[in-house]
């Protein structure tokens, strides 16, 4: 048997929603932006993902317009860090609702770099971060028009950092990065088991 459900009725008889838990693993941005007070802001974002190879964009959705999505907007820019399962500790602490204007990276006990065409830092300790400049951002609607709570940032990737100690035979190797991904509830996975398929072509693919 299958449970169905309509989400706006909420009639699932769970103890709590599993659409989150469906749509998963979802790679988690560390959003970092900077103010033009000079104060920064660093927040995970687990509505994120790349959007297309090209030109390379990414987006996060933030359930409101929270500090990372109005900085974001303010001063057209962000980084999109790689939380990873070395960090997980240092992630979840940044999602703590700190005021605006106190440095979660003082208080997660990170590193602030410079970045190299944006003004916002990045994560010292995280081994890849992407520079974005912000192209668009808008509250998504519903399929009667009306807006949604949610603003959703698109960033354009104008800078990407990569530890050299995550590289291998030229690629970035996935188990020596072990980037962190939310599942549901207050679940989350590293991926440092890693097996690869090739795409297949039609006669492989319908060959049985």
């Given at each position: 048997?299958?449970?169905?459900?309509?989400?706006?009725?909420?009639?699932?008889?769970?103890?709590?929603?599993?659409?989150?838990?469906?749509?998963?693993?979802?790679?988690?941005?560390?959003?970092?932006?900077?103010?033009?007070?000079?104060?920064?802001?660093?927040?995970?974002?687990?509505?994120?993902?790349?959007?297309?190879?090209?030109?390379?964009?990414?987006?996060?959705?933030?359930?409101?317009?929270?500090?990372?999505?109005?900085?974001?907007?303010?001063?057209?820019?962000?980084?999109?860090?790689?939380a990873t399962g070395d960090l997980a500790a240092a992630?979840?602490?940044?999602?703590?609702?700190?005021?605006?204007?106190?440095?979660?990276?003082?208080?997660?006990?990170?590193t602030e770099a410079p970045c190299r065409l944006v003004?916002?830092?990045?994560?010292?300790?995280?081994?890849?971060?992407?520079e974005c400049k912000v192209t668009q951002s808008f509250?998504?609607?519903?399929?009667?028009?009306?807006?949604?709570?949610?603003?959703?940032?698109?960033?354009?990737?104008?800078?990407?950092?990569?530890?050299?100690?995550?590289?291998?035979?030229?690629?970035?190797?996935?188990?020596?990065?072990?980037?962190?991904?939310?599942?549901?509830?207050?679940?989350?996975?590293?991926?440092?088991?890693?097996?690869?398929?090739?795409?297949?072509?039609?006669?492989?693919?319908?060959?049985?």
């Amino acid at each position: 048997m299958m449970l169905f459900y309509e989400p706006e009725r909420g009639d699932h008889g769970l103890p709590h929603d599993p659409f989150k838990a469906i749509v998963a693993p979802r790679p988690i941005g560390w959003i970092s932006t900077r103010a033009k007070d000079g104060a920064v802001n660093l927040a995970p974002y687990s509505f994120f993902n790349a959007v297309s190879d090209h030109p390379k964009l990414v987006m996060f959705a933030s359930a409101g317009f929270k500090d990372s999505a109005n900085l974001a907007i303010e001063s057209g820019e962000f980084v999109a860090n790689m939380a990873t399962g070395d960090l997980a500790a240092a992630v979840n602490r940044t999602s703590a609702p700190a005021p605006r204007g106190r440095s979660e990276f003082e208080l997660a006990g990170l590193t602030e770099a410079p970045c190299r065409l944006v003004a916002a830092p990045r994560v010292a300790e995280s081994p890849a971060a992407l520079e974005c400049k912000v192209t668009q951002s808008f509250q998504p609607v519903d399929v009667d028009g009306k807006p949604s709570d949610w603003v959703m940032v698109i960033g354009q990737v104008v800078g990407i950092h990569i530890a050299e100690s995550v590289l291998k035979n030229g690629m970035l190797e996935m188990s020596l990065a072990r980037p962190l991904s939310r599942l549901g509830y207050l679940d989350y996975a590293v991926a440092d088991e890693v097996f690869q398929m090739r795409r297949p072509t039609l006669e492989d693919a319908s060959d049985s």
